[in-house]
């Protein structure tokens, strides 16, 4: 049992002289350190971290790409949230116009504001829309009445009760319409 103990012992004194190559990293003529051989662990480890890596980018990416494309969308509804508050001046200078009247000075005021306001409108982009004789479009148009007439063609428009607003292709409000056939 001594003897066990003693050599036991004795290899537990003895430094670690022995390395794995795969432990110790080669050395070229310079000095500088060579790429150690890899352990097939250390590959996968390598490939995953790879992975994840590359849909941490791809996620950042579309996080980007979304929240460029919200803080388009929000600019754009303000917009339009706003325009549509001065669509009823424009609704109440046409009904004005539409009155009979024989202040003949007091008629022009009343088309050069309204002329001023249509033209401000569309610098902001705005494209006023909804005339008789057009195609009825459910995308565009509310049809509130419908009426059967021979005279007119399939799905136009007969009258228009109030002008349709678009901001591009954003529908700020639908044309009201009465619609033949």
Same mark, same amino acid.
């Given at each position: 049992m001594a003897a066990k103990k003693k050599g036991a012992a004795h290899e537990a004194e003895q430094p670690e002289t022995e390395k794995t190559p795969e432990a110790v990293p080669a050395e070229s003529v310079e000095g500088e350190v060579l790429d150690a051989p890899k352990a097939p662990d250390a590959e996968e480890k390598l490939r995953a971290e790879q992975e994840k890596y590359l849909r941490l980018a791809a996620e950042y990416d579309n996080f980007r790409k979304r929240s460029a494309r919200e803080?388009? @969308?929000?600019?754009?509804?303000?917009?339009? =949230?706003?325009?549509?508050?001065?669509?009823?001046?424009?609704?109440?200078?046409?009904?004005?116009?539409? !009155?009979?009247?024989?202040?003949?000075?007091?008629?022009?005021?009343?088309?050069?504001?309204? !002329?001023?306001?249509? @033209?401000?409108?569309?610098?902001?982009?705005?494209?006023?829309?909804?005339?008789?004789?057009?195609?009825?479009?459910?995308?565009?148009?509310? =049809?509130?009445?419908?009426?059967?007439?021979? =005279?007119?063609?399939? @799905?136009?428009?007969?009258?228009?009760? !109030?002008?349709?607003?678009?901001?591009?292709?954003?529908?700020?409000?639908?044309?009201m319409v009465k619609v033949a056939n």
């Open positions: 803080r388009e @969308s929000i600019y754009a509804d303000v917009r339009a =949230a706003t325009l549509e508050g001065f669509l009823p001046t424009y609704d109440n200078l046409e009904r004005a116009l539409r !009155q009979p009247t024989e202040d003949e000075a007091y008629r022009k005021g009343v088309e050069m504001i309204l !002329q001023g306001f249509v @033209s401000a409108m569309e610098k902001f982009g705005v494209t006023i829309y909804g005339e008789a004789g057009e195609t009825f479009d459910p995308n565009v148009h509310n =049809a509130v009445m419908h009426v059967e007439d021979e =005279a007119k063609g399939e @799905s136009e428009i007969v009258e228009v009760f !109030q002008k349709g607003f678009k901001l591009g292709d954003k529908v700020i409000r639908f044309a």
